[in-house]
């Protein structure tokens, strides 16, 4: 059922409002208009296109909280923080992550992506990796969006260590696990306080 212009512009106002990483491609499936029609629409609202909207939301959460990495050193763009708790950050692959003869992404910006982010997710000024379990589950593609997700499973403040658990998926299918084990220089092991 095609909408109204009025109509639609609202409602795309509304689901951009409520999920500001939503793709063009995703609004005009929603919309069952074309992806033309979306970024005429979004122009027509002032509504940015998707990276910005995402580095906007992301320099909004993060700036000043994120400790032991500066934004700009993250690979892939960081869009949820909660520090010692969970993260997500997203890389979409470009020509420069991929083989040029088989357009696969190289694994290791696949693990920076993991690692950067569980380095951010320490709250501390200070956080190295000191060990790291990973798996390759399948290969990610050049235009393919990898989400990283992390998680803290175990502080350990007297230890000066951190777990970080991170999955990374493209759409619902995972792609690339990662167990991060991270030393922090925790001040609070020195006083005998825990977070």
Same mark, same amino acid.
């Given at each position: 059922m095609r909408r109204q212009k009025k109509e639609r512009q609202q409602l795309l106002k509304n689901t951009i409002r409520d999920n500001p990483f939503i793709t063009d491609e995703e609004l005009a @499936? +929603?919309? &069952?208009?074309?992806?033309?029609?979306?970024?005429?629409?979004?122009? @027509?609202?002032?509504?940015?296109?998707?990276? @910005?909207?995402?580095?906007? *939301? =992301?320099? &909004? &959460?993060l700036e000043g909280n994120v400790k032991s990495l500066p934004l700009d050193e993250v690979v892939g763009e960081i869009i949820d923080m909660e520090l010692d708790v969970q993260g997500i950050s997203i890389l979409d692959i470009g020509i420069e992550h991929v083989f040029k003869r088989n357009n696969i992404a190289r694994g290791h910006h696949l693990f920076a992506q993991a690692n950067s982010l569980a380095v951010a997710l320490i709250d501390e000024e200070? =956080?190295?990796? =000191?060990? !790291?379990?990973? &798996?390759?589950?399948?290969?990610? +593609?050049? !235009? %393919?969006? *990898?989400? !990283?997700k992390a998680r803290v499973s175990n502080i350990e403040n007297d230890k000066g260590r951190t777990v970080v658990e991170v999955r990374s998926f493209v759409e619902n299918e995972i792609v690339f696990t990662g167990k991060f084990e991270m030393y922090r220089?925790?001040?609070?092991? %020195?006083?005998?306080?825990? +977070?």
């Open positions: @499936e +929603k919309f &069952q208009v074309s992806i033309q029609t979306i970024r005429l629409d979004r122009l @027509e609202l002032s509504i940015p296109e998707l990276r @910005e909207r995402i580095k906007h *939301v =992301a320099v &909004q &959460q200070l =956080a190295l990796t =000191a060990k !790291a379990t990973i &798996q390759y589950v399948r290969p990610v +593609k050049l !235009a %393919e969006r *990898v989400v !990283a220089s925790s001040k609070n092991s %020195e006083d005998g306080s825990s +977070k």
